[in-house]
């Protein structure tokens, strides 16, 4: 399992938060798989301590269920799941898109042009981990210069959710997130045309729970 790596003693919590999740996400640690802390704390190098910690964050996040003194286990891709993620993060990427685009400089466009580049030659090379890191890199843009962390940290929360499924779907053989799409968000972005960047950003998402629909 190339997330379940050892990790530094610093930030102990929140980098075995990380990997957990990452390896959850991956489909490393399967939907149904139960885990154990001792278990993961040996795989990654740590007490059991940070890894409770670590399975409480990821309960209340939805990636984990637990029934105390009995089992912890990963959650099943469940569609309504999904689709409510995909409301909450596409109305924070909504958010942060309205109050960025007045504020980008050149470089942002610049930015979001070379991460659609990658996201869609890694769509067409398979490459499901460099797409979603591309789309991340691309959409950070925006979360960034907005500089609203209550949205950041929203969407960064939920956004596991998703991402399972899409990953999901894109090893069966679907598609990523259209780099059309995306096109169109960064033309939007560099006209300075906020309402039409809000327009396309919801239309990003709207695909996203409708892909949650169709599970």
Known sequence: MEALR????TLLRDRAYAS?????????IEPGAVVR??????????SRAPVR??????????????????YTRVTQVVAADVRDAAAVVGAMHELVTRVAVP????????????????????????????????????HD????????????????????LIRRLERRRFGEGGNCRSAGLH????????????????????????????LADSD
Not at 20 to 28: L, N, Y
Not at 37 to 45: F, K, N, P, S, V
Not at 141 to 158: M, P
Request: net charge negative; with cysteine; charged share 30%.
């Open 6 to 9: 050892p990790v530094g003693r």
């Open 20 to 28: 957990i999740r990452d390896a959850i996400v991956a489909g490393e």
């Open 37 to 46: 802390d001792a278990e993961l704390a040996e795989r990654l190098g740590l």
């Open 53 to 70: 910690e670590a399975f409480a964050r990821l309960v209340d996040e939805g990636l984990l269920e637990s029934k105390p003194q009995s």
């Open 103 to 138: 504020r980008l400089f050149a470089a942002d466009v610049e930015a979001m042009r070379a991460a659609n580049a990658r996201f869609a030659a890694a769509v067409g090379a398979g490459d499901v981990d460099s797409a979603l890191h591309a789309d991340d890199e691309l």
């Open 141 to 160: 843009v925006l979360v960034r210069a907005s500089g609203n962390r209550a949205a950041a940290a929203t969407a960064a929360r939920y956004t596991p």
């Open 183 to 210: 096109e169109r968000l960064i033309e939007a972005c560099a006209a300075g045309d906020v309402d039409d960047a809000v327009r396309v950003t919801a239309e990003i998402w709207r695909g996203l729970a409708e």
